[in-house]
């Protein structure tokens, strides 16, 4: 990518486009109409000049493209919608299905030759954070995860896909572990005077619901659930990282700053942005332009912060909810 030629290419394109709209625009709405469209062919020829520059923009980032590198952020607990679990201080989540469609646009732009995930996420639902994997993985490119506040449980699921896992010095990075969550509200259906009763076909229908007590042969088939859900964790990590299963285990989900979890392995290199984008000037053997790939967002979500998911991650647990069954989550 060559910044000047593409400036002075882009410069044309406007230049030439705004020429041609003026010129057009006076002679089909103002010498040829004659006195009747004199006012009118004005602000015609106004509106054809912002439709041009609006044009000339487009083609002049197509033709002359000002990055090389995408970016697509994973941000809050992540979910299939974006929902983050319902109250009030949760800070929202991230919509696994709209990620996973910016990372696909990304592998189609031909102009993007390589990929960084930002990563800023506590965790959430196991498949929505492997779909999420699944299309990083599917990237055509030199690939770099990027941890800034937290990167734990299903944000280290992701991170396992990509070529590098940069993070800060102060980053929270691990957390390689499941949870399944329920409630009980058996004594308190006593103390108002509520029955419950449902009726199911299959042994285990009702394992993990609030309003009966659990049985051991509940517990245990829901605790093989979450044993399934950890071994499959630990063998993505073990080969997408390059780590020893056996030691992916003895974390025992417990989560680490930058500096120790670069000096055990689960983070590659401490880094700022910048230091992220010399690195791929390295490895692309030329200038870096960053573009931000995200789908829309509403103002709620453009305010959540890197503060509010610390928050969550340490004051909720990684990416729990509780929404009435048994709930896994990575």
Known sequence: ????SDTVGRVVVLAVALV???????????????????????????AALVAAVRLAGNLAASWFPDYNVAEVAVEGPITRDGGG??????????????????????????????????LNTPGG???????????????DGPTVAYATDVCASGGYWIASACDELWAREGSIVGSIGV???????????????????QFTA??????????AEMEDDDREYLQGIIDGYYEEFVDVVAEGRGLDPEFVRSTDAKVYLG????????VDELGTRDDVEAMLEDRLGTEVGVAEFSPAQGPLAR?????????YAFGRGVADTVDGDADFRL
Do not use: C, H
């Open 179 to 197: 949870r399944g969550s329920r409630f009980t509200a058996t004594e308190l259906l006593d103390k108002v005077g509520v029955s419950y009763e």
């Open 202 to 211: 299959g042994e285990y229908k009702e394992a993990g619901v609030p309003f």
């Open 125 to 139: 639902q196991v498949v929505p954070s492997d779909d999420i994997r699944l299309a990083a993985e599917r990237f």
């Open 303 to 311: 305010l959540r912060g890197g503060a509010a998911s610390l928050a």
């Open 1 to 4: 990518m060559n910044d000047t």
């Open 85 to 118: 679990g319902g109250l009030p201080t949760d800070p929202g989540g991230t919509g696994a299905d709209a990620v996973v469609d910016q990372l696909d646009r990304a592998n189609d732009d031909p102009n993007v030759e390589a990929l960084v995930v930002k």
């Open 20 to 46: 041609v709209a003026a010129v057009a625009g006076w002679l089909l709405f103002v010498e040829y109409p004659g006195n009747l469209a004199d006012l009118l062919g004005v602000l015609l020829v106004l």
């Open 259 to 266: 500096g120790e979890a670069r000096d055990n392995g689960l």
